[in-house]
């Protein structure tokens, strides 16, 4: 998506980035979240931050299994599992929130990081290349075509859902937070 929006991307290991901004060798990165961004550093080489991109909007919690050896469990061993995944899964998310956040404040009231909102403008090349990547992708292989179809039908269902049914909160967010109360 970068690359199609006029960008040189060079995919570095996690550790690599901060050194290569810091030599001059990278003008920007993008690594994960505040934490990750914090924990490895980029304060250091970086006061500047922009937020929101449509190319990682969640992370994901997974655990992988040797089939044969899942496929043998019995029922019972198999709810565990299941459930201990959920539960790991919500708890991870959780504690992302609350780390994440404590980084956020972190990075910018002591490290001198400016967060900024990516600009629409920016927002919509990224839909855009999007388009141009996914039909692709999907004219390449048509199983990578029935997935995209379906997790297409399911966010279009699900987000229409979403739009309409939850408040904004930043009303509320600034209602209490956004100004000093007498």
């Not at 199609?4 to 920007?28: K, S």
């Not at 924990?39 to 994901?60: N, W």
């Not at 061993?77 to 609350?98: G, L, Q, V």
Request: aromatic fraction near 10%; hydrophobic fraction near 40%; charge should be positive.
């Amino acid at each position: 998506m970068y690359k199609d929006m006029g960008a040189a991307v060079n995919p570095l290991p996690g550790g690599e980035i901060v050194p290569a901004m810091d030599r001059g060798l990278l003008d920007a990165a993008e690594f994960n979240n505040a934490s990750s961004d914090n924990l490895l550093g980029f304060p250091d080489v970086a006061k500047v931050c922009m937020l929101q991109s449509f190319h990682q909007c969640s992370e994901q919690f997974e655990i992988l299994f040797n089939k044969k050896k899942y496929d043998g469990l019995n029922a019972e061993h198999k709810a565990i599992i299941k459930h201990a995944i959920e539960a790991a899964s919500a708890d991870m998310s959780w504690k992302a929130i609350d780390r994440y956040s404590k980084d956020y404040i972190d990075m910018s009231s002591k490290k001198g990081v400016k967060f900024y909102k990516t600009p629409d403008a920016i927002l919509k090349k990224q839909l855009q290349s999007w388009d141009k990547i996914m039909a692709a992708k999907s004219a390449e292989n048509p199983s990578f075509k029935k997935v995209l179809d379906s997790m297409r039908a399911f966010a279009q269902r699900s987000c229409r859902w979403q739009n309409d049914t939850n408040v904004d909160y930043k009303m509320a967010y600034n209602h209490f937070f956004g100004k000093k109360r007498g």
